[in-house]
Antibody, heavy 122, light 108 residues
């Protein structure tokens, strides 16, 4: 079965760092674009950025550039989303999702992880 | 950055009725448009890609149409499990592959 399994929910304080993960199985994970999507409480979906694990090519939405870092480790079929200094406004559900296997173009997100809830509170 | 808009924000429909949801792009996205369904507490699920192709396992009552800047998702006969929030997303000009704000389909 093709799936993306995300790390567990996190509770952090403002100013702390955090790295959450998304592990793929059942498909050639390294040769698909893997994206990250934010959903703040009661709100819609926001496209954050995307990585191609095979060569770590990474693209960011201008809204998230400089706010987060997306990375990957192809040896363990895992993508990451990290923050160096969390803010209360980072409180949200974060999803990873699989897109196209073609580097030159993007596709729809056909496989989604279960989501990681990040809560930032003092 | 392409801006996606959806209408209406909320659609009240009786079970068995037809639902028509609209999505508009601020500039042409060709047919690179997807529709997703999200139920409370769940991850989104892909329904339609390429503007009109149903994803694997999606019932035939879901259909998509349109190209360029105007798109429609039609649910021919609403079932109880179809009451959810629906998002469109363009993946033609990226980053970012912007999502629309969503349409909530609720029971009338």
């Amino acid at each position: 079965e093709v799936q993306l399994v995300q790390s567990a929910a996190e509770l952090r304080k403002p100013g702390e760092s955090l790295k959450i993960s998304c592990k793929g199985s059942g498909h050639t994970f390294n040769n698909y674009w893997i994206g990250w999507v934010r959903q703040m409480p009661g709100k819609g979906l926001e496209w954050m950025g995307i990585i191609y694990p095979d060569d770590s090519d990474t693209r960011y939405s201008p809204s998230f550039q400089g706010q987060v870092t997306i990375s990957g480790d192809k040896s363990i079929r895992t993508a990451y989303l990290q923050w160096s200094s969390l803010k209360a406004s980072d409180t949200a559900m974060y999803y990873c999702a699989r897109s196209s296997r073609y580097k030159i173009r993007l596709g729809a997100f056909d496989i989604w992880g279960q989501g990681t809830m990040v809560t930032v509170s003092s | 950055e392409i801006v996606m808009t959806q209408s209406p924000a909320t659609l009240s429909v009786s079970p068995g009725e037809r639902a028509t949801l609209s999505c508009r792009a601020s500039q042409s996205v060709s047919s690179n448009l997807a529709w997703y369904q999200q139920k409370p507490g769940q991850a989104p699920r892909l329904l339609i890609y390429g503007a009109s192709t149903r994803a694997t396992g999606i019932p035939a009552r879901f259909s998509g149409s349109g190209s360029g800047t105007e798109f429609t998702l039609t649910i021919s006969s609403l079932q109880s499990e179809d009451f959810a929030v629906y998002y469109c997303q363009q993946y033609n000009n990226w980053p970012p592959g912007t999502f629309g704000p969503g349409t909530k389909v609720e029971i009338k």
